[in-house]
């Protein structure tokens, strides 16, 4: 025979893990460690499903009564979860709010810190930097609104409505059926409109996504396009230019790796990664503990975007590269969260 099960018991269990819970919850800086205690006390191998796991043993109306006391506790628990992290959060930003505090009364000081030399956003400097080594490889560089038509988004990127890709960028509409686009990819067909080939174009830009937010993804961000378009185009082409472009960007030899990779407008396509420089490969929360960041999807420019683009697919063919800006400057100057780039904190940018 099992164990006999007693009600008080289990009461009084659940009870302790309520104060426990409580007493770490409080203790809790970061929310990693509030996720922690979350799997830790309510997770599926956590200490509530053990004690539950004694429920069956029990009369019915013991049964409910525990349950209900069980299900109470979890509501309670999320809910101190939830308000222990904006406790967390709001103090890190009255931090900062106190030490910006001006009064706009005073007289000014000598030197001034409103005469002090602004400086360009880092991604305005990356961009730069990016269009100028591009330019000398001959490319030339496109612009393309922010507000976009599905048409150029989506549809001409052998993206059509009915596509599951859609739901690979999740989006922002507007009323009127319109999009904030999602991907610098529609300056590609703005780029085989305006050109003919041979031609091999770039299109910086910023881009929106309607995502959660977090160390390593914004719902606003940056990114390079670009495409080449020629005769007999072929993957050592595309890798070629990729590698010469890291080099330059970082100054030095960079680690890189090709995985398969899937996007509806390229055949084949991939996913390059460069080795995390944050950790050095050890591993760290912008590189998710893999030690590589995805940091450039590439590949062949499928055939049909071509056709969309009015390019004869029997002479020429091409490449096309994304590249996040972000997680590029990240890279480069080892900044471990992308919240920076948008929080508007001026020490930030007088960093670069
Ligand atoms: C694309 O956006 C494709 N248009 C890229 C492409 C172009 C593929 C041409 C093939 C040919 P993806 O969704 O993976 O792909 O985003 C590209 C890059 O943008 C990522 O590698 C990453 O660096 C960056 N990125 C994506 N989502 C976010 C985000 N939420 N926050 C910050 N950066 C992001």
């Known amino acids: 025979m099992g164990k006999i099960v007693d009600k008080q018991e289990l009461i009084s269990q659940l009870q302790n893990m309520g104060k426990n819970l409580e007493v ?17 006390f309510l997770g599926k191998k956590g200490e509530l499903t053990a004690i539950l796991k004694h429920l069956g043993k029990l009369p019915p109306d013991d049964r409910a009564e525990i ?14 979860v939830d308000s222990r992290k904006k406790e967390i959060a709001d103090r890190f930003f009255a931090t900062i709010a106190d030490s910006e505090w001006l009064d706009v009364t005073a007289p000014l000081r000598t030197p001034s810190p409103i005469l002090r030399k ?65 991907h610098t990819s529609a300056i590609q067909i703005r780029g085989m409109e305006k050109n003919k080939p041979p031609f091999k174009v770039i299109g910086p830009g910023r881009v929106f996504r309607y995502e959660t937010v977090d160390a390593s993804h914004e719902n606003t961000f940056y990114q390079v396009e670009g495409m080449m378009v020629d005769k007999d185009i072929s993957v050592a082409n595309l890798i070629y230019i990729m590698k010469t472009f890291l080099r330059e960007i970082f100054a030095r030899d960079v680690k890189v790796r090709l995985r398969p990779g899937y996007f509806p ?66 890279m480069r100057y080892g900044i471990n969260d992308i919240r920076w780039f948008q929080n508007g904190d001026l020490r930030f940018i007088h960093q670069f």
């Open 24 to 40: 770490e919850i409080q203790k809790a800086e970061q929310e990693e460690e509030l996720e922690k205690i979350r799997i830790q």
């Open 67 to 80: 349950g209900g006391l069980a299900n109470t506790l979890k509501e309670e628990t999320e809910a101190r």
């Open 118 to 182: 602004g400086r360009l956003h880092p991604i305005t400097q990356i961009q730069q930097e990016i269009e100028a080594i591009f330019r000398g490889m001959g490319f030339q560089v496109l612009d393309g609104p922010e507000v976009e038509t599905e048409y150029y988004n989506f549809t001409a990127l052998n993206t059509p409505d009915d596509h599951p890709a859609r739901d690979m960028q999740d989006t922002f509409w507007t009323e009127d059926g319109n999009l904030l686009r999602t």
């Open 265 to 330: 407008f390229v055949e084949p396509g991939f996913e390059l990664d460069i080795n995390c420089l944050i950790c050095g490969g050890k591993g760290c929360p912008v590189c998710k503990q893999s030690g590589w960041v995805e940091l450039l999807p590439c590949g062949l420019v499928h055939p049909n975007v071509l056709r969309y683009g009015g390019i004869d697919t029997s002479i020429y063919s091409g490449f096309a590269f994304g590249l996040g800006l972000n997680r590029l400057v990240m």
